[in-house]
Structures are given as structure tokens and as C-alpha cells.
């Protein structure tokens, strides 16, 4: 069966896009609106929400002028290792502290890749734990502790 759709990848994204998009203006419709200048709890989302929409309705309509690639295999594993390493990090944060999180994260999120090197990773994940610690808790004051309770600090 021949279809009108030439870049099947673009086609999918747009229609992710369009439904996240969609959902977040569904959700803030019970929320007061407000104004510009004076915003309600459905501005962030609907605004933002529409435009992700219009970006979705974008890009599936581009799939059916441009040509391109089919779309692949469905990567499960790698899926799963990053959705792991958020829930991990989640976690980890008020119980281990800031930086063991940090590690955590960029290590389990970097495992998803088939081009995994453990002295590449961990020079990452100890400099985004530095950057994470100098920015949050100490420039902007965040009640981030770098360790916490569960280590003993």
C-alpha cells in the first residue's frame, strides 16, 4: 500500500508534539487564565502547550513534502536506562545529596549509549556534579545539600 506520507520520522515527532502540545492546553483549561501581565496558573502551560502543538502540526505537515529515512527499531533498553536514571536521580536527591545524584544520572543516562566509556563518564558526570553544586547551591542559594542524609554529612 503506497502512502503520501516521504519522511515517516517527521510525521511521528509532529504527531508526539501535537499530542503533548495538546494535552497540556487540556490540562490547564481548568486553571485561571490571567493576562500577560498578570499571569494565572493555564498561562505557562496553554501558551507553551499551543506552540508545541503548532510545531507538531508543523512537522507533520513538512512529512508530506520533504522526503526521508523510515523510521528505525524502537530502542527499548536505552528507553529505559534514561527513564531509570531520572527515577534515580529523583530519588536520590534529598536522601543522598546533589552530587551523588549528579553521578547516578550520568552514569546510568550514559550506559544507554553504544558509545559508553567509563573514564569519558565519570570526567562528565564529576564535572556537571561541580558545576551542579557551584551554580545551585552556592551562586543561587538553593537549599541543595551537596551530600546528604543517607552518607552521613
Do not use: C, N, Q
Not at 508526539?16 to 493555564?42: E, K, N
Not at 508545541?52 to 505537515?61: D, E, I, M, R, T
Not at 536522601?95 to 558509545?115: C, E
Amino acid at each position: 500500500m503506497k502512502t503520501s506520507i516521504r519522511h515517516p520520522k517527521d510525521f511521528w515527532i509532529g504527531i508526539i508534539f501535537l499530542f503533548f502540545g495538546l494535552a497540556a492546553v487540556f490540562i490547564g483549561r481548568d486553571y485561571p487564565m490571567g493576562s500577560a501581565g498578570r499571569m494565572g496558573p493555564a498561562y505557562f502551560p496553554t501558551i507553551l502547550g499551543g506552540m508545541l502543538a503548532l510545531v507538531g502540526v508543523g512537522a507533520a505537515a513538512r512529512a508530506f513534502v520533504r522526503h526521508g529515512e523510515a523510521v528505525g527499531r524502537f530502542h527499548i533498553k536505552e528507553l529505559v536506562l534514561v527513564l531509570a536514571a531520572e527515577i534515580l536521580f529523583g530519588v536520590l536527591m534529598r536522601g543522598a545529596g546533589l552530587v551523588p545524584a549528579i553521578i547516578v544520572l550520568v552514569l546510568v543516562s550514559a550506559f544507554a549509549s553504544p558509545k559508553f566509556r567509563w573514564r569519558e563518564v565519570l570526567a562528565l558526570a564529576a564535572g556537571l556534579a561541580a558545576f551542579s553544586v557551584l551554580v545551585f547551591a552556592k551562586l543561587l542559594g538553593l537549599p541543595m545539600a551537596a551530600f546528604g542524609p543517607w552518607l552521613g554529612f
